[in-house]
Structure formats: C-alpha cells, structure tokens
C-alpha cells in the first residue's frame, strides 16, 4: 500500500506568493517523522523541514511551513514568498519508527513546482 | 562541514559489466542508505546499514546488487552483470542513529548510472 501520496503532479505558482504542496500519509505506527525534501534540476535532494509525530506545534524553518493535520494524516508544505529559485520537485516523505523494524523514508511520488516571473 | 560524497557522479557502462557505487557518508553518521531514483519508479530503498552490518537489505532488487560498509564509514555498491533496467540515478544518504540525535537522512549528490 502507498504509504506517502502526493495527489499534485505539477503546480505553477506567481513569484511573491504562498504556495502549498500536498501530502498525505498512512501509517499505524504511532511514532514517525515526515520529512520534505527539494530535488531541483542539479539532481541533489535538499532536506527542507521536519515534523514528528508527537511534536505538538507546526514545524516551520524560514520560508518553509508544515500544515501538520495528524487526524487527517495530512503534511502539506507551505512555501511562502515564492522565488524562481524555488523551482523544483518536491517530495514529501516519512520514516516510521524503529519499532517496526522500518528505518527507511518512504517518498511520494512528487510535485513539480515551477515559479513564474 | 561537508556533507555526504559520492563517485563517480556519472558512470556508463556496457550491458553485462560490473560497476562499484562509492558513498562517504558525513561524518559521525552511523546510519547510511541507498536509495535509486529512475523514471517511473520514483525514489526507490535499497539498503541501510547502522555501522557496518546491514539490517535490512529488503530493497535489493536483485541478487546481482550487493553492498558493503568497512570502518562503519565508507559504502560501495556494486552490480554484477549490469542490465539496460539498471539505468537509474543511486543517491546515498546518511544519518546519526534513531535515538542518538536528529535522524534526518541527508542526500549525497548522486550516481547516475547509464548502462547501455
């Protein structure tokens, strides 16, 4: 079963303005972390922001946000103020805990995010 | 500090050769993954080794992919027998240990492999 879905395969958005990637996730284990990765044209994934299952604000690390909505098993990214270096692929990914014998990040499929001058 | 490596950052090579992946990781990260990225499949796991064992080798796709780790630093990957599907992007990555600080897995730049 997927355990990370990103519904967006692509999005444009205005220099300047918020935009917000969705992401949603499936998991029994009570102890996991979600994590959101940027992958530009150079091929390297950039580690953007982190939210663990048990931290109880949202996480947010400068432009970065995360809408974290546990009920909904929901991790949507906000990038706010967007600038045309933002243009990129995005994933979203979680790790569940040791527990279940899991160490891996299980990624998304992907949003394309192109920012427009 | 610097981050994670990898070599040779590109690789192309003939169907049914061997070829080595090289990964060092950042240091003072005991954990370390291999990951391939190809068109269609996304971002796939193939190994994580904590030190030098491998508790989960799960995502090895086939017995022609093995891994090592020496001195719980330095990763070789290495595929026997190359196939055309074997074409892809290996990222590694590492991170401290769940439980003995952030375990934020973080990315090297890649090998991209092309296997004619």
């Known amino acids: 079963a997927q355990k990370i879905t990103q519904t967006q395969p692509g999005m444009f958005v205005q220099e300047k303005e918020a935009v917000t990637l969705d992401c949603t996730y499936d998991?029994?284990?009570?102890?996991?972390?979600l994590f959101w990765y940027k992958q530009p044209s150079s091929g390297e994934m950039i580690f953007l922001i982190y939210?663990?299952?048990?931290?109880?604000q949202n996480a947010t690390e400068g432009r970065y946000s995360l809408n974290f909505q546990k009920a909904r098993k929901s991790a949507n990214l906000v990038i706010s103020a967007s600038q045309l270096g933002d243009s990129a692929m995005y994933f979203c990914?979680?790790?569940?805990?040791?527990?279940?014998?899991?160490?891996?990040?299980?990624f998304g499929a992907g949003t394309t995010v192109t920012v427009r001058a | 500090g610097a981050g994670v490596s990898q070599s040779p950052s590109n690789k192309v090579t003939e169907k049914g050769k061997d070829v080595e992946l090289r990964c060092d990781p950042i240091?003072?990260?005991?954990?370390l993954y291999w990951y391939r990225q190809s068109l269609g499949q996304g971002l796939e796991f193939l190994i994580y080794?904590?030190?030098?064992?491998?508790p989960d080798k799960s995502g090895l796709p086939s017995d022609r992919f093995s891994a090592e780790r020496t001195g719980g630093s330095v990763s070789t990957l290495t595929i026997q027998r190359t196939q055309q599907e074997d074409s892809a992007v290996y990222l590694c990555?590492?991170?401290?240990?769940w439980g003995q600080g952030p375990d934020t897995q973080y990315f090297g730049p890649g090998t991209r492999l092309t296997v004619l």
């Open positions: 939210q663990g299952s048990y931290d109880q």
């Open positions: 990914a979680m790790r569940e805990s040791p527990a279940s014998n899991d160490y891996k990040l299980s």
């Open positions: 240091s003072g990260h005991t954990a």
């Open positions: 080794f904590q030190g030098n064992s491998a």
């Open positions: 998991t029994s284990d009570p102890s996991y972390g």
């Open positions: 990555a590492s991170s401290h240990q």
